[in-house]
């Protein structure tokens, strides 16, 4: 394996031939939560002492419903504003057009990947980012809690539902009016649909879109799990979380006020912090399932890296793209952030697993996530995405019953579907 001292080393002397005249200015879009930002610009840091070359980080807002409103603009007047794009692991078969093919750059080191990541950027062939981190959510929960009140770690929907019950209102009858007993996120975007189809899988509903383009989400057990999900809302989930987003919940659950939360990896570094109300006292699960039998279901995430064609500097964003995926920057990554690796050997490395145990034990989730149906629907997922949050978001509202919402969902993706996606 190389390390990045190796990769600057061949960096620098790349720039030393020709002295500074190779230097460039790039610039990076990166939508960040957490850590992120600040081990980006760490990464760039030493990028930039190494080549010579400069990075400006253009930041974005918290929502990738938003982030990609925004590519689609940069992208559509084919801007040379933004070098290098960070990637949801969703957007490959919407942007592929508008991306360098790494292919041929990465020919030497994409076996050391994991497969699946890889394979969610390739489109028709052409590898449209290199995979950067990878995620697959946990169920985040108050071990201080559990104990005090003798319940189990939940395996289910159904029994976190009434232990979130019944430790809230325990608590809340002994003074703490702000416990909540589960956080999630219930907004209106990209997030909501992740939370929904991993309620809707695990009850045995199936997916949002089938792998084969069919469209079967209108049955009586993805009914069953929105109807449940409904009853949380102004009961065991504040009435505000139908707009909460990530930092949201992770908020009001390191504050101490929420017994369970579905959150991302990220989180898990930051509710472990100094600063953090319950350093000590929360661990991680696997999400639950719909019931005895039901396997749990957890959507993939993660963020990827692609050089956008309209680049003014190729050559160094491309290696820009492989300096920040390299071996060491991953490493510091998982270990800073918790934010699982996407090269494979980083998952056995002995320090990370020490320092942040987090990372080992979910290799497996990871490589058993829900894919959301990007590939099958092709250039119509964000709509797809959209129809499917709204009529979830109608739910929970108590805009009309899982039943009737479903129902519609239907009728509008057969439309948009037409005579194939």
């Not at 929502?63 to 490959?92: E, H, M, N, P």
């Not at 985040?140 to 019944?166: F, I, S």
């Not at 002994?174 to 589960?182: S, T, V």
Request: net charge negative; hydrophobic share 40%.
């Amino acid at each position: 394996m190389k390390k990045t001292s190796l990769f600057t080393a061949a960096l620098a002397a790349a720039t030393i031939w020709s002295g500074t005249a190779l230097a460039v200015d790039l610039s990076i879009v990166h939508g960040s939560v957490g850590k992120d930002q600040e081990v980006l610009r760490a990464e760039l840091d030493r990028y930039e002492a190494a080549t010579g070359n400069k990075v400006t980080i253009v930041s974005m807002p918290e929502s990738s419903t938003d982030q990609f409103g925004q590519y689609k603009l940069w992208l559509a007047a084919q801007s040379s504003d933004i070098d290098v794009y960070r990637l949801d692991v969703i957007w490959a078969p919407q942007v592929a057009a508008h991306f360098v093919d790494l292919t041929p750059h990465v020919a030497d080191i994409r076996d050391q990947y994991v497969s699946a990541a890889i394979e969610s950027q390739t489109v028709d062939g052409k590898l449209v980012g290199l995979p950067m981190f990878l995620g697959a959510p946990a169920l985040y929960y108050r071990t201080d809690l559990l104990e005090k009140y003798g319940e189990k770690v939940p395996a289910t929907w159904q029994e976190m539902t009434a232990t979130a019950k019944k430790i809230m209102d325990a608590e809340r009858a002994a003074g703490n009016a702000d416990m909540q007993g589960f956080v999630f996120q219930g907004a209106a975007y990209e997030g909501l649909t992740c939370n929904a189809q991993e309620w809707i899988n695990s009850f045995g509903g199936g997916r949002i879109v089938d792998t084969d383009g069919s469209i079967n989400i209108n049955n009586p057990k993805a009914a069953e799990a929105l109807t449940l999900a409904a009853s949380w809302i102004g009961g065991i989930s504040p009435e505000g979380v139908l707009n909460y987003k990530e930092e949201d919940a992770r908020g009001v659950f390191q504050s101490g006020n929420a017994v369970f939360m579905r959150n991302w990896n990220y989180a898990y570094a930051l509710a472990a912090g100094d600063d953090s109300a319950v350093k000590d006292t929360f661990a991680v699960t696997t999400l639950p399932s719909g019931g005895e039998g039901l396997a749990s279901a957890a959507t993939l995430g993660g963020s990827h890296l692609g050089v956008a064609k309209y680049s003014k500097h190729p050559e160094e964003a491309i290696e820009l793209v492989k300096f920040l995926n390299n071996y060491d920057n991953q490493k510091e990554r998982a270990i800073v952030t918790s934010r699982p690796p996407t090269l494979n050997a980083v998952y056995g490395d002995a320090e990370v697993g020490e320092k942040q145990e987090f990372i080992p034990l979910w290799k497996p989730v990871v490589d058993n996530a829900l894919a959301r149906p990007s590939a099958a629907t092709k250039r119509s997922y964000n709509e797809v995405s959209s129809e499917f949050w709204t009529a979830v978001h109608d739910t929970l509202s108590g805009n009309g019953t899982a039943e009737q919402n479903l129902a519609k969902l239907e009728a509008r993706l057969k439309r948009l579907k037409g005579a194939g996606w």
